[in-house]
């Protein structure tokens, strides 16, 4: 689905510092010309719907398709709103999105809440890590590294952690750069 898309855009983070895509959120959700038509949403679930939105939000962002991003960005947030409940890997792809757009503020709240709701869980030092490295934060992402260390044997070891396995290649990248910085 989204995971090469979300390894790329994490792991791209990690090893260099790209531009941050802030698109014009005056005119989000209004697709103008030559933009990619919107997914079907009306049949799906709420969770199908934000993991629909996501997975195209993500694959945009790595394609640097803004208008996409864009257009789409405010569904997604709407979508993830709209979940009646909200795990990990929720809060994760919420935390991706708003990195995506330029929403540093939503994603260090949504790396704050795993942290809090999911002590020990590799998704909030992965997002803080990757928002540290866009600020310019060098001690906050090398505390990001150092988490990720100190949290990934063990962790990853878990089983009743199912978003680590559809997040398997992400996982080992993020762990692989955190052993070599």
Do not use: K
Not at 27 to 46: I, R, T
Not at 90 to 98: K, N, T, V, W
Request: proline residues 7%; negative net charge; hydrophobic residues 45%.
């Amino acid at each position: 689905m989204a995971a090469a898309a979300v390894g790329a855009v994490v792991v791209g983070v990690a090893r260099n510092r790209p531009d941050t895509m802030t698109p014009d959120m005056a005119n989000a959700g209004n697709a103008g010309p030559g933009s990619v038509p919107l997914p079907d949403l009306s049949a799906l679930s709420p969770e199908e719907r934000f993991a629909t939105l996501f997975d195209r939000v993500m694959r945009a962002g790595t394609d640097w398709d803004s208008a996409t991003v864009a257009s789409l960005s405010p569904l997604a947030v709407a979508a993830y709103a709209a979940l009646d409940s909200v795990d990990a890997d929720a809060r994760f792809h919420a935390g991706l999105i708003a990195i995506q757009i330029g929403n540093f503020p939503g994603a260090h709240a949504l790396a704050d809440t795993l942290e809090r709701r999911d002590p020990g869980h590799l998704f909030g030092p992965i997002l803080l890590g990757a928002l540290a490295r866009l600020e310019g934060d060098t001690a906050g992402y090398r505390q990001a590294l150092d988490w990720i260390r100190e949290r990934a044997p063990e962790e990853l070891g878990r089983s009743d952690r199912p978003e680590y396995v559809e997040h398997r290649q992400l996982l080992t990248e993020v762990q692989q750069a955190a052993e070599t910085q």
